[in-house]
């Protein structure tokens, strides 16, 4: 991933410290009266990464194999692949048959919608996407809309129109990247339409756009998209300071949290994601599961 990508010898002047929650954040987690604990999946966006044979995948594990040895180290996954193809709902199908009974595929919007038709006149596309996605049955997580840097706050009418003509029953998270929708009047506005139609927003830290750190919940549920610099010094408080605001929503009644790992080098993904597992695990008395290295023990200090 690019997205957000700073220089190195920049990394240590960027402020990396999590905001504090939002005043609508605060509200929708203080009415909530959970019974239950809430819970927490972490995943990684794709699992088709040569790199991690003979790192979490075993020497000489086959790619018709991936998904499978992915499944075992992860509960979910960011769904990229969805975003450039829409495939048959057999092959989603198919893909669901390879992982275990708790684990969630959350698609990404195919972005003929998003990005070429930008949510208009894709009736059809939209209609495909949703059939294909259904592939997937009990395995289907949220979906999630990323929207082009230039969809700004004057697509906002477009934005409303294109969620009220989705089914009620998709569970949606929406990605904004366009500075202008974190202006306080349009961050509400957005907000206030979100929330409206029990859409999520989600929450993107990457080093080069503080602003789409935004901490607003427009749910009773978080997306969490965390891009790391490669291992570099800084990812690890970023990852305590996240763990941190993790257990406290789950004080506060959170119902789910999805936290998806990124590395500008996808190859590292997994080293990190052990130790962010591990802390999770730890200060949230969770049990998911912690991607086990292959001898590559060395490298999670």
């Known amino acids: 991933?690019?997205?957000?990508?700073?220089?190195?010898?920049?990394?240590?002047?960027?402020?990396?410290?999590?905001?504090?929650?939002?005043?609508r954040t605060k509200r929708i987690l203080g009415a909530q009266?959970?019974?239950?604990?809430?819970?927490?999946?972490?995943?990684?966006?794709k699992w088709g990464?040569?790199?991690?044979?003979?790192?979490?995948?075993?020497?000489?594990?086959?790619?018709?194999?991936?998904?499978?040895?992915?499944?075992?180290?992860?509960?979910?996954?960011?769904?990229?692949?969805?975003?450039?193809?829409?495939?048959?709902?057999?092959?989603?199908?198919t893909y669901a048959s390879k992982v275990g009974k708790n684990f969630l595929f959350c698609p990404?919007?195919?972005?003929?919608?998003?990005?070429?038709?930008?949510?208009?006149?894709?009736?059809?596309?939209?209609?495909?996407?949703?059939q294909s996605i259904e592939g997937f049955g009990?395995?289907?997580?949220?979906?999630?809309?990323?929207?082009?840097?230039?969809?700004?706050?004057?697509?906002?009418?477009t934005l409303e129109a294109?969620?009220?003509?989705?089914?009620?029953?998709?569970?949606?998270?929406?990605?904004?990247?366009?500075?202008?929708?974190?202006?306080?009047?349009?961050k509400k506005l957005l907000g206030d339409m979100l929330e409206a139609y029990k859409v999520g927003s989600v929450i993107t830290d990457t080093s080069g756009r503080r602003d789409m750190l935004h901490m607003e919940l427009t749910t009773p549920k978080a997306f969490i998209r965390f891009v790391g610099n490669n291992l570099h010094p800084t990812d690890y408080p970023r990852i305590d300071d996240w763990v941190e605001r993790i257990s406290k929503w789950l004080d506060d009644g959170i119902r789910e949290v999805?936290?998806?790992?990124?590395?500008?080098?996808?190859?590292?993904?997994?080293?990190?994601?052990?130790?962010t597992v591990n802390k999770l695990n730890t200060l949230c008395g969770l049990t998911l599961p912690v991607p086990h290295l292959i001898g590559q023990q060395e490298h999670l200090l």
Not at 109 to 129: A, D, P, Q, V, W
Not at 162 to 186: G, M, Q
Request: include cysteine; glycine fraction near 4%.
């Open 1 to 23: 991933m690019e997205f957000g990508k700073v220089e190195v010898s920049e990394l240590d002047a960027v402020d990396h410290s999590l905001p504090k929650d939002s005043a």
């Open 108 to 130: 990404k919007f195919y972005n003929g919608i998003s990005h070429m038709r930008r949510l208009k006149n894709c009736e059809e596309l939209t209609s495909l996407f949703l």
């Open 49 to 93: 990464r040569k790199e991690w044979v003979n790192l979490i995948y075993p020497k000489g594990t086959k790619e018709k194999d991936f998904l499978e040895a992915y499944a075992k180290h992860f509960d979910c996954i960011e769904l990229n692949a969805s975003h450039y193809k829409i495939y048959p709902p057999e092959q989603m199908a």
């Open 258 to 275: 999805y936290f998806m790992m990124h590395q500008h080098d996808e190859s590292n993904t997994p080293i990190i994601s052990v130790d």
């Open 162 to 186: 294109y969620i009220n003509s989705l089914p009620r029953d998709l569970e949606l998270f929406v990605e904004v990247r366009h500075p202008d929708w974190f202006i306080p009047a349009n």
């Open 33 to 45: 009266k959970a019974k239950t604990k809430g819970k927490v999946h972490f995943g990684c966006a």
């Open 138 to 157: 009990k395995h289907l997580g949220p979906a999630f809309l990323q929207l082009r840097e230039n969809f700004d706050t004057r697509n906002f009418d």
